[in-house]
């Protein structure tokens, strides 16, 4: 009697479950991956937008009037108090840019790939900067909210 080399059907069936059992653990968290990264790149991004605006602040002890005024070359004409009132800058207190981007415009935010920053004009949230609203991959808060 020969003897064949070979799997049996079994066999090629319970490796197929093992794949499949395998497959349904990993393929979520890779899923899941994408939206991390870009999650701690909305964290640093807005890490970098306050120091610069707190760079802004203490240099010219005003907060910008506008969100791009950190990234300018010349010293604006006037900044905001902490109340919201226009005051005006010295020129030579300006020490920026204070951020500085490769094609020179605010970065963007990697989760709607837009420059679509929530920043704080009247007070108590004058010189805030947020993200737009969206909830996080962890459900516990808003993009908002960081």
């Known amino acids: 009697m020969k003897r064949r080399k070979g799997f049996t059907l ?3 069936l319970i490796v197929i479950v093992v794949i499949a059992v395998l497959a349904s653990i990993v ?9 991390q990264a870009k999650e701690a790149s909305l964290r640093a991004h807005l890490q970098e937008l306050r120091n610069s605006i707190g760079l802004f602040q203490s240099h010219t002890g005003t907060y910008p009037a506008a969100l791009a005024d ?15 009132s226009s005051i005006s800058i010295n020129a030579s207190d300006y020490k920026g840019p204070y951020l500085t981007t490769a094609d020179n415009n605010l970065p963007k935010n990697p ?36």
């Open 27 to 35: 393929i979520p968290r890779l899923l899941g991956a994408g939206r």
């Open 111 to 146: 989760i709607t790939s837009a420059t679509d920053w929530v920043y704080g004009l009247t007070s108590p949230n004058v010189g805030a900067v947020h993200a737009s609203p969206g909830g996080a991959l962890d459900g516990t808060t808003n993009y908002s909210e960081w």
């Open 70 to 84: 950190i990234m300018g070359t010349s010293a604006p004409t006037s900044g905001l108090d902490v109340t919201g």
């Open 10 to 12: 079994i066999e090629v």
